[in-house]
Structure formats: C-alpha cells, structure tokens
C-alpha cells in the first residue's frame, strides 16, 4: 500500500525488500523436529546422542544396564542396525537403562526410536531420581517398525537419574536404539526463543533511497512507525464487559483478540429444548467488532457430558443425534464469517460423550458439518494437559496425534487446528516445547487458547515463562489469556483487581504486548543509500526525508506490510514523486 503525492523539485525512489533473516546462537541450536513415521530402522540419534554413551547401541551393550530384572542383549537386523532387545520382563519397568547426573535448572531433551516384539502398546521414558519417578515422554510402539520418541524434563534438585521405558504391557519384548539426552543451559533455552522471534516472528527490512537519477541518497532520515502487530495474542471476555467501561477500557487499550468464555456455549443459548437465545453473544460480537477485535468461537459442542445443557443429557441416541445436528445447524450458521475458528467438538480427547450416544464417529461427523456451513472458521480440536501435564497420558501428544489420525480415517479432510489450552500449574518448559514439536509434525496451526496459572506465589513469574516458551516456539500461531474479569473472581488467575489496576500477571502480559510492537524507529541510510534493520510482521507507515528536498515537500511517505518470506522472497516497492502535505 503507498501514498504518492507530487514532488515539485526532488525525484526520490524508496526500494524495500523484506528477506528472511537469522540470527546466531550461541551454543546448540535447539532441534524442532520430530518423525511421526514408523520407520524400518531408526533414524541417527539426535544431537549425537548428547551425553549418552554408546547412543546408537555401535559398541554393543557398553554403557548400558538393565532397570529390573529384564534380559538385556544386542541384535543385529538383516540389513545390519544394531539395537539393544529387553526380553523376560515381568515388571513394566523392565528395560535397558543408563544413570546421568542430572543438574537443577537444565533444561533436558530425550529422544529414542523404540519398538516391540508384538502389537502396539505406548511407551514412557522416565528417569528414577531420588525424590521419584520423573516421566519426559511419550510414544505408540509397534511391531514390525521403529517409532521416535520425544521428550523434555527439568528436575527440581541435582542428582543421580536412571532413564528407564516403561510399557503397558510386560509380556512383550522392548527394542532401543538411537537414544539421545541433551542438557542445555537456562541461557541456550532463552537464546533458542530468542532465535525463533528474529527468524519466524520477524523479517529483515532493507531501505534505499536513490535520487531520479538512481544514484544512492547517503543521510536519508527514516522514521518507521507501527501501525498492526500480526502476532495473535488476546485474552477472553464475559458478559461483565458489557456495562463496566472501565473493563471495556482496559481491554480495548490492548487487545485485538479475544473469545468469549461461557457465551456461546450450548448451556449458555439454550437452556431449555427450542429455546435459543442469542442476545449476549450477540452483544458481545458487537462490541469485539465495533474495537477491531477479531474473535474464535467457544464453542459448539463438548464432550464432557456434565458441560451440555442438563436436557441433553437425557436424551435418547435418536433426540441426541437431531439436537446436536441442530445446535451445530444453528449456531454456526448464525455467526458464518464472523470468526477466525470454532472449537467444533471441545475436549473430545479427553471425554467421549457423542461418540458413546452416536457412535465413534460422531466427532467428524460434526466437524464436516460445521466445516461446510461456514469454510472461513478453521474447526479446532480444543483440550487439555497436552502439554500442561506429562502424568495425564488421556491427552498426551501422542494421544493427540492419534485423535487428528482417526478424524481423518473417519472421513473428515477438511482443515484442522490444533488448541492447547494451557491450564498450568508449574510448567515443565522442555516438555511443553518437546510436545509441541510432536504436534507441529502435523504441519496444523496450534493455538493455545485458554492459558493461565493456578493462584500461587510464583504465579506471574510462571505465566512470563510459559508466554515466552510459547511464544518462542515456530509452530505456535496465536495465544489467547483465558482471564475473563468477574466481580466474584476469574475463572483460576485474573489480570486485574476490580478496580482494574494490573495485578502482577497483568504486568506480565503488558511487558509481553510492549515486547511485540516496535517502538518508533529512526534511522539514517548509509553511503549506498541503504538502511537495515529487523521488523515484527505486521503493518508499518515509513517516512522519509533527505536535505535535498525543498522546505515546501521535504519528506516522502509510504505504507508497507512485512510478513513471513521464505526462500529470500523478494518484495520490492517503488516510490516515485511522493510526500505527505
């Protein structure tokens, strides 16, 4: 976008490329990736193995012991991988282990390609420490192929830890190879964050202004202001916004995001069969629309059956089946257009209401069907302790990865979101970023939707470290606060008294949205009439000027979009004969 206006005296010609940039980290680059393939042989250890020792099982059974009373030997396959086979095990814990020193405040990535002898079963790596059993990770191990498993931990106390598997099922031989542990320093994990804004949230922006004759214009002043951040980064709201303005203020002043808490819940617009009623949701779009607020829709159905309207739940499979049909029907029609996403099926992970009424399918059924009615909102699945809680195994990862699987094998192949809510307690940083590189497998948009802390002393320290870690991450697309104000109190952290004046969590999120504006930047273009530097993608306004213009025009304006490139993608804009008045 330009604004041109005539020059009488100065021809000056601005060019723009925005390119992908990167940064240098100091130490290990962080490894993001992750296979969801069954693989014939394991791929290479990552990180070289880290501080294993003997990580891909080349000098037979050195450095490896047994945690229990499995057997433990090498073999060899056809083609010649060598991998360590735990067999007669006869407790779940039976499997080939290894002891490190494992330090307080070091962030520890595990990984390992495993399989077993027979069927499929998941398989958990722990580490035994002495204050317990710290589990990192996760995966579905089959027969006849290898499958990788990813993890994090940070322990709470330095000391001895002894990495063990453990399946659910103990009658079945465990196969190892290709096992890494990487520690990284508290400095490393930031820098790793660090890295990503610079390489995925930002792009390099390089001006040169050159006079009519295409010669370079050395001491250009450049002024860049921000117009739009394009990070999604927002917080819910309830009905209580609608007749409190200082609520409305404090919101509107720094939020363009948000979606709405309990408004647009079956429970909420239909309390009794037939009678729908809409109003406060309405209310509350309104306003969000009116202050430039983009909205998702919470949500359509939820599968946790004490969360529906109490008439649902009596219903017989028949009413049950025309009642949701319905309320899907209802619902998104009457917001078609409206909103960025719809949690179509809420926690269908962890609960399973619609499928035991209507049958496994269900879920898709109702995904296919909001996905028609209205193709702009992207369909989410929407749950949580994915990557809160490593001991909830109901919605881990690989459940995760499992639930997208079986909606695609049920027919529906339309497209998908991934929501993480983020209810925290204390947050274990490398297995949140180690989980979300499993779902970033999928090449879907992930959103935490719901975040907040437990009430504790560390809780805005914890919320600062959770943002950062989310936000520092490359899959991660928008980041909802879920902090609706109630005069009673919010739903487990609040941003604000009821006065409206920052609690600590609310200094958190305004250091965070400082963070993701850019200040007002100056600059001057060097002698080859260029000036460089790193912006946050979004919409900016650049005004430039050059002592060779007349007093009368003596600055050149313009409007530009820097968004996400790759492959060095070029983008160049001309500007001829221009000024503000």
Not at 363 to 369: L, N
Request: aromatic share 10%; hydrophobic share 35%; proline share 5%.
């Amino acid at each position: 976008m330009t604004t041109l206006k005539l020059y009488k005296h100065v021809l000056l010609w601005l060019l723009c490329y925005l390119v992908s940039s990167g940064i240098e980290v100091n130490g290990l680059d962080y490894d993001y990736s992750f296979s969801s393939e069954c693989l014939t042989n394991p791929l290479e250890p990552q990180y070289g193995g880290g501080i294993v020792l003997n990580p891909d099982i080349s000098e037979g059974l050195n450095g490896w012991s047994k945690f229990g009373d499995a057997k433990l030997e090498l073999r060899i396959s056809k083609d010649g991988n060598k991998f360590i086979a735990a067999s007669d095990r006869n407790a779940l814990h039976d499997s080939p282990s290894q002891t490190f020193f494992l330090r307080k405040g070091t962030f520890y990535v595990i990984s390992a390609w495993l399989r077993i002898s027979e069927g499929n079963s998941p398989i958990t790596t722990a580490f035994k420490t002495s204050t317990g059993i710290k589990n990192a990770g996760t995966v579905f191990a089959q027969s006849g192929c290898w499958s990788m498993l990813k993890g994090g931990l940070v322990v709470n106390a330095s000391g001895p830890a002894q990495l063990h598997f453990r399946s659910e099922n103990a009658t079945v031989e465990l196969w190892v190879d290709s096992i890494s542990l990487q520690p990284f320093s508290e400095d490393e994990w930031k820098a790793h964050q660090d890295q990503t804004i610079e390489k995925v949230r930002k792009s390099k922006v390089i001006f040169r202004a050159v006079d009519p004759q295409g010669r370079p214009l050395a001491n250009a002043s450049i002024s860049i202001r921000q117009l739009i951040g394009n990070f999604p980064f927002g917080c819910a709201i309830n009905k209580n916004i609608l007749p409190n303005p200082a609520y409305k203020s404090w919101f509107t002043s720094r939020f363009r995001l948000t979606v709405f808490e309990n408004e647009m819940k079956w429970y909420s617009t239909e309390t009794s069969p037939g009678k729908e009623d809409y109003s406060v949701a309405d209310t509350l779009l309104r306003f969000a629309t009116m202050n430039g607020a983009v909205v998702r829709g919470h949500n359509v159905l939820w599968d946790d059956p004490q969360y529906n309207p109490s008439w649902v739940q009596a219903l017989s499979p028949g009413d049950l089946e025309a009642a949701a049909t319905k309320r899907v029907n209802s619902i998104v029609t009457r917001y078609k257009g409206q909103l960025i996403h719809w949690d179509v099926v809420n926690e269908n992970i962890h609960h399973n209401f619609f499928e035991s009424k209507l049958g496994e399918t269900a879920s898709s059924v109702f995904y296919g069907q909001a996905n028609q009615i209205d193709g702009k909102a992207i369909p989410f699945l929407n749950d949580y302790n994915t990557i809160e809680k490593k001991d909830d195994q109901t919605s881990s990862p690989p459940k995760y990865l499992a639930k997208i699987k079986e909606l695609r094998s049920q027919g529906y192949q339309g497209p998908l979101g991934i929501g993480l809510e983020g209810h925290f307690g204390a947050p274990d940083l490398a297995y949140v970023r180690t989980s979300i590189d499993l779902l970033a497998s999928t090449k879907l948009p992930i959103w935490v939707t719901e975040l907040d802390v437990s009430s504790q002393p560390n809780q805005a320290t914890y919320l600062d470290q959770i943002i950062r870690e989310v936000r520092g991450h490359p899959a991660i697309q928008g980041l909802l606060i879920w902090a609706a104000w109630s005069p009673q109190g919010c739903y487990r952290m609040c941003l604000t008294d009821n006065n409206f004046r920052n609690l600590p969590t609310g200094d958190v999120v305004d250091r965070i949205i400082k963070e993701l504006k850019h200040e007002d930047l100056i600059g001057t273009t060097d002698d080859e009439g260029h000036f460089e530097t790193s912006l946050y993608h979004g919409d900016y306004e650049a005004i430039i000027s050059h002592p060779a213009m007349t007093s009368s025009s003596s600055s050149v304006g313009m409007k530009f979009n820097v968004a996400p490139t790759t492959n060095q993608e070029t983008l160049d804009v001309k500007f001829s004969s221009i000024s503000f008045s």
